[in-house]
């Protein structure tokens, strides 16, 4: 069986979408699957100076990278130029590969769907669309794009249209499978819950005795309020940055970012224009040591504008889950995260603009560290039941072979 994916980023890339099509493909390489993937010869974070190999194979997956541009991510014109490039050249070195049996497709680029709707149709293939994010419905819903444009009705008729030519969508949370069968309107035969995964083989819990990463931070005893991953305009900042610096004067709480984005130069001139010595402010760090900076937080901060429900669920929350560590989600209560806290008990979610509310239970979970560090051991215990790499894997591998079976038909 022979599997195309399609990840405008991949292994080594730091990026959250980068290390889930990492894992997926090497553990169908596994289950005996002939994979190939197509990625950028970019990084996600356009800092690299050197151009990867163009052809390589890595822990069992052939991949294959195209040189794209790189406008940037500072506004959407940039995304669209960068997007349209990745798809131009991803398009023409998939029609020279043999023809695969099952092309999969995150969201995260624009027109990525579209593009593999194409192959799919050219070269007779299956088509699995794994949407990370709904695009270009975030865009619209952050007011990035005008819906009722002309290029935003063209954006949405291609993306929607090529989502529902798809054999199987699978969404990562119950309010995205709404979304996509209500909204989007795939039939809901064809729209699967595949949650994300915390990757069980490299995370684990570290004792903060034990953690050369925290302890490089100097930080000792004191309570560690951690976000780390992607700083994207769809994770409010303002009211947690106003927190950091109302607790300047607490000197038990210390608050360490770990990561990059749009909203990271914010981030950067808060600090500095508020002389703020409570927070660490650091880049991606290798995958090697993400068990450690996931686990030098004793409390994990997770953010999404409500206006995003059903569009975006962080993976970084599964991270927090692997490492055994409470979570303090500022969202909307319809959202997978929200349920999921509420069905384990792993922490606690408030609305992203109560800043009242998170400054009183950051101070509560500081103060009743062992309770606190229940709702970890809670959140821990539903990881290992749901949400490991073999399981999120392995049902990929179920609905693939599913596919190629023939059981799936996509009608007119």
Same mark, same amino acid.
């Given at each position: ?211 050369? /990463?925290?302890?490089? =931070?100097? %930080? ?5 309020? +951690?976000? #780390? !991953? *992607?700083?994207?305009?769809? &994770? ?80 970084? /929350?599964?991270?927090? =889950?692997? %490492? ?5 989600? +500022?969202? #909307? !209560? *319809?959202?997978?995260?929200? &349920? ?73």
């Amino acid at each position: 069986m022979r599997i195309l994916l399609l990840n405008h980023y991949y292994w080594p890339d730091v990026s959250g979408n980068a290390q889930y099509g990492t894992q997926l493909a090497e553990d169908l390489a596994r289950a005996g699957m002939e994979v190939h993937t197509i990625a950028s010869v970019g990084d996600y974070l356009g800092e690299s100076r050197t151009p990867l190999p163009r052809e390589e194979t890595h822990n069992g997956v052939v991949i294959h990278r195209v040189p794209v541009t790189n406008f940037g991510k500072r506004t959407p014109w940039q995304r669209l130029g960068d997007a349209a490039s990745f798809n131009t050249m991803a398009f023409l070195r998939a029609l020279r590969l043999s023809r695969p049996d099952v092309i999969i497709t995150q969201t995260a680029l624009l027109f990525i769907v579209t593009t593999a709707a194409v192959l799919a149709f050219l070269r007779r293939s299956r088509l699995l669309v794994w949407c990370q994010d709904v695009w270009p419905d975030i865009a619209f819903a952050l007011g990035l794009f005008r819906q009722r444009s002309y290029s935003g009705r063209l954006f949405r008729l291609l993306a929607h249209g090529s989502m529902r030519r798809a054999d199987r969508v699978a969404a990562i949370g119950r309010c995205m499978a709404r979304y996509l069968t209500n909204g989007v309107r795939i039939p809901a035969d064809r729209v699967v819950l595949h949650p994300n995964w915390g990757d069980s083989r490299d995370l684990a819990p570290v004792a903060h005795n034990d953690n050369s /990463f925290r302890q490089g =931070l100097g %930080v000792g005893d004191r309570f560690v309020v +951690l976000y #780390s !991953g *992607n700083m994207g305009w769809g &994770h409010p900042f303002e009211n947690i940055m106003d927190a950091i610096r109302d607790l300047r004067e607490n000197d038990g709480i210390h608050f360490v970012f770990i990561g990059g984005g749009q909203r990271r130069p914010f981030i950067e001139e808060y600090i500095h224009a508020n002389a703020l010595t409570n927070i660490t402010l650091l880049p991606y760090q290798p995958y090697d040591l993400l068990a450690q900076t996931l686990s030098a937080g004793d409390l994990h901060l997770v953010s999404l504008d409500a206006r995003l429900d059903g569009l975006i669920i962080p993976s970084k /929350f599964y991270g927090a =889950l692997a %490492v055994a560590r409470p979570v303090l989600f +500022l969202g #909307s !209560g *319809n959202n997978e995260i929200a &349920h999921v806290i509420e069905e384990s008990g792993c922490g606690v979610r408030i609305d992203a603009d109560d800043p009242q509310a998170l400054v009183r239970i950051i101070l509560d979970a500081a103060e009743h560290r062992e309770e606190w560090a229940q709702k970890g051991r809670a959140g821990y215990s539903e990881f290992l039941a749901k949400y490991r790499r073999d399981i999120g894997t392995g049902r990929y591998v179920s609905v693939i072979e599913e596919m190629v079976k023939g059981r799936v038909k996509v009608e007119g």
